[in-house]
T-cell receptor, first 112, second 115 residues
């Protein structure tokens, strides 16, 4: 069935350094890839998304890249700050447009 | 701003009890979803609804049912709670459209413990 794998499960980086989270998906028909950030005690919130006709998208310190051939997509956070500490989920919309498949999550910690 | 509210942040129930989790959204969204979140498993879809009185099974519907009597309200029902249903439950809503991609807005979650 449809599956999204996410790595790493935990990530600790020094403040100011970059963080990269990687995901792979199984359904070659997937065409939409959102990233959600979940802060402590809150529900996930969309931070950036990319569609299959685009290879890269940036929004200030956040960027997402997509390699359709390899079925990989990644989240890049540059110049990390303490407020970037959270759990991040990648997701993919599969061949069924009615639902999104989520990855298992990455807990990102920013060290001062 | 879209607001999705859930009736309880924390809930403790006994095995065998019938449990109702309520979710309300204020943006007139057609689509509503119930997920459970468990460590290492991410978010798994239980049920979703495209319209009033309409429901579709997600990936893990066993042991759950749902009700959508009004557009703004989507309820998750555990007919007979079991300990393996201890989890964080997240409700979400999204605007209409079955085309390419739409943002889901999540509530803060209900942490349910079944003892």
């Amino acid at each position: 069935g449809e599956n999204v794998e996410q790595h790493p499960s935990t990530l600790s980086v020094q403040e100011g350094d970059s963080a990269v989270i990687k995901c792979t998906y199984s359904d070659s028909a997937s065409n939409y890839f959102p990233w959600y950030k979940q802060e402590l005690g809150k529900g996930p919130q969309l931070i950036i998304d990319i569609r299959s006709n685009v290879g890269e998208k940036k929004d200030q310190r956040i960027a997402v890249t997509l390699n359709k051939t390899a079925k990989h997509f990644s989240l890049h956070i540059t110049e990390t700050q303490p407020e970037d500490s959270a759990v991040y989920f990648c997701a993919a919309r599969g061949s069924s447009a009615s639902k999104i498949i989520f990855g298992s999550g990455t807990r990102l910690s920013i060290r001062p | 701003d879209v607001k999705v509210t859930q009736s309880s942040r924390y809930l403790v129930k006994r095995t065998g009890e019938k449990v109702f989790l309520e979710c309300v959204q204020d943006m007139d969204h057609e689509n509503m979803f119930w997920y459970r979140q468990d460590p290492g498993l991410g978010l798994r879809l239980i049920y979703f609804s495209y319209d009033v009185k309409m429901k579709e099974k997600g990936d893990i519907p066993e042991g759950y049912s749902v009700s959508r009597e009004k557009k703004e309200r989507f309820s998750l029902i555990l007919e007979s709670a079991s300990t393996n249903q201890t989890s964080m439950y997240l409700c979400a809503s999204s605007p209409p459209g079955r085309g390419i991609g739409y943002e889901q807005y999540f509530g803060p979650g209900t942490r349910l413990t079944v003892t």
